[in-house]
């Protein structure tokens, strides 16, 4: 099996200083992760290594390298091996306070340009952070590695960068929906295809490649986004709500439309990723009932969904919170709220709060499920563009259509009015609409854009509304997201993105 540590650190080294030539480098420690590494960076490395133990010395001259016999953690040692001259410095003995001490001196005494150590223990690695040390955990190297061998659809795994980006293998499968496209019409963002095997053909890949069944892609980009696209790639599967969390998270108020809450709650599990549905009772004015729960819990035995209940809050704000600090969820469904003059200047309304603590998308219901057609209302903001990839994932599942309602007003939400830059954008989703099969029809929009959204809402099921930040509304300002959020006839998902 490849060692993992040693492809996370040489991957570093060879982006890092691709460019240069006999970069000098110390390696303490001569373990098999140490000369598998140095077999790797020979011989356009500059090699020196550190170890006491004669016989791992022996091996590391044998391929080549200036070795240095005695203890590393003497400042004496380190001059010896060059310390002053080099460019990297590599702490890999099996004792995490012996590497420490190494990468101190290292850092402190003698400003190796980068330092580089593992830890055996995760307790070690806020003291390596401390001294501004790149830290590996090898346990988590491990799970890392097995868990990507085991994976669905996904051969390996490869972090780089110190976890700004990733390499992964991925098969393109028979049933997959990029089989027989150019990578062109892919339109890929913060990810590539780097590289392309095929049978015993290797292929660097350019606009007019066209990939093909059983080809096996080299993936490179950024973590967050990557695995979604490797499934996406592979087999063309949806993915909500796993992007966000695992399970939807439903607030139960004494409403008399609780119920119908649930039962949308229900139809999205049943037609997502869902893992199950958690519930947290809400008390107001101690005129709460238990009835509910025990509709809910019966409702969801009835479909054999997995229903958790917490215990009741008083304070739904203060309950979620600590729920969202303790695990992630894929989204939060609220019951319809009214929206009045006071929240327009200023007054906050219950599901802004809500959002404000959040990490996932927010659906206010209105029981118009199933999500037959989805609306979009689109400008050329990062925050509508996923939401846009978000509709195309949901639709997956549902078998629904998706309309964009394209806005140009400079004003909505977060947008700026470029129209070049709202027409890539469209272009660039259509494409991954198109790796789904699914269609994108624009509905240009004359006018007020939010009350031009509102006039068509009706004819849909499901609006997504992508925004770059909840903020307070004021009587000359108004945060769009929530208007639409209150004053839409169809049930609306709020997808928040930060920046």
């Known amino acids: 099996m490849i060692n993992k540590a040693c492809l996370l650190l040489s991957y570093h080294l060879i982006l890092i200083f691709m460019s240069e030539k006999k970069i000098k480098i110390i390696i303490v420690g001569l373990g098999k992760t140490a000369i598998y590494l140095i077999k790797r960076l020979l011989p356009n490395w500059e090699i020196t290594a550190i170890d006491k133990n004669r016989e791992r010395l022996n091996e590391a001259r044998k391929l080549g390298v200036k070795v240095i016999e005695g203890d590393a953690t003497s400042d004496l040692i380190l001059r010896e091996a060059g310390v002053e001259h080099v460019s990297f410095l590599l702490a890999l003995t099996n004792d995490d306070e012996i590497n420490l001490e ?36 090898k346990t988590a190297l491990l799970a890392s590695h097995i868990g990507n061998l085991i994976e669905k659809h996904k051969i390996s795994a490869t972090c780089i960068g110190w976890g700004m980006g990733e390499i992964q293998e991925l098969t393109i499968l028979p049933g997959s929906k990029v089989k027989g496209k150019r990578l062109r019409e892919i339109k890929p963002t913060d990810w590539l295809i780097g590289a392309i095997y095929r049978g015993t053909q290797f292929i660097i890949p350019h606009g007019n490649t066209i990939l093909k069944e059983n080809d096996k892609v080299l993936l490179i980009g950024d973590p967050k986004v990557l695995s979604d696209v490797a499934v996406m790639l592979s087999i063309g599967e949806s993915n909500f709500p796993l992007q966000f969390g695992s399970r939807i998270l439903i607030p139960l108020f004494n409403s008399y439309e609780m119920k119908s809450i649930i039962e949308e709650g229900i139809y999205i599990s049943l037609n997502s990723s869902s893992q199950g549905i958690d519930f947290l009772p809400v008390v107001y004015k101690e005129r709460y009932s238990k009835d509910i729960i025990l509709w809910a819990k019966e409702r969801c035995e009835k479909d054999n ?161 992508g925004q770059t930040r909840v903020r307070q509304s004021s009587i000359f300002k108004p945060d769009i997201g929530q208007y639409l959020l209150h004053k839409s006839s169809c049930s609306v998902m709020i997808l928040t993105r930060e920046g």
């Open 102 to 137: 190494i990468s101190r001196l290292a850092k402190k005494n003698h400003k190796v340009r980068e330092v580089i150590a593992l830890a055996s223990a995760e307790e070690s690695l806020d003291r390596f952070d401390n001294i501004g040390v790149k830290v590996l955990l």
């Open 305 to 465: 969904i997995s229903c958790h209940f917490f215990d009741k809050v008083d304070n739904i704000l203060k309950g979620l919170a600590n729920i969202f600090n303790q695990q992630g969820y894929g989204l939060l469904l609220l019951p319809q709220e009214p929206f009045r003059l006071r929240n327009v200047i200023g007054v906050h309304t219950l599901s802004f709060n809500i959002m404000k603590i959040a990490s996932c998308p927010v659906l206010m219901s209105r029981s118009t499920y199933p999500y037959k057609r989805i609306l979009v209302p689109f400008n050329d903001s990062f925050a509508s563009e996923k939401a846009l990839e978000l509709a195309i994932d949901i639709s997956t599942k549902t078998n629904g259509t998706i309309s964009v309602a394209v806005v140009k007003s400079p004003e909505y939400i977060s947008g700026k009015d470029t129209t070049q830059e709202l027409r890539n954008s469209i272009e660039r989703l259509k494409g991954i609409g198109d790796i789904y099969r699914k269609e994108i029809k624009e509905i240009p929009l004359v006018g007020n854009p939010v009350k031009e959204i509102l006039k068509i809402n009706s004819s849909f099921d499901l609006m997504i509304v």
